[in-house]
């Protein structure tokens, strides 16, 4: 079994910068790639961006590049979010995948953790 626990999310304003965390446990510490997800209200959950397991492949969706960064250490996995827009809002998701090639579809993730809310004001 593996565990994804998410935690940073909060209330800003447009413009300003927050930092999300994803702790990982369990066969989540080997997953080949971890992923951030963002979910709006009516919406799927859409990729923001991964890494791989040694670091060195890190894709964005194209709406955040230049002003996100994911990184990660032993045990957790980073989301630095600058530069946020009102349509940075929503639940972002961390996930695992244990699969060797990247995938940017949320089936493809065997693990999620619950959530953490971000809202961007404008």
């Known amino acids: 079994q593996g565990q994804l626990v998410e935690s940073g999310g909060g209330l800003v304003q447009a413009g300003e910068s927050l930092t999300l965390s994803c702790t990982m446990s369990g066969r989540t510490l080997s997953s080949e790639f971890l992923a951030w997800f963002r979910q709006s209200p009516g919406e799927e959950r859409k990729f923001v961006a991964a890494?791989?397991?040694?670091?060195?492949a890190t894709p964005y969706a194209a709406s955040v590049k230049g002003r996100f960064t994911i990184s990660k250490d032993k045990n957790t996995m980073y989301l630095q979010m600058s530069r946020l827009k009102f349509e940075d809002t929503g639940v972002y998701f961390c996930?695992?995948?244990?699969?060797?090639?990247?995938?940017?579809?949320?089936?493809?993730?065997?693990?999620w953790g619950q959530g953490t809310q971000v809202i961007v004001s404008s």
């Open positions: 890494i791989s397991r040694n670091g060195l």
């Open positions: 996930a695992a995948d244990d699969g060797w090639t990247f995938q940017s579809v949320a089936d493809a993730y065997d693990y």
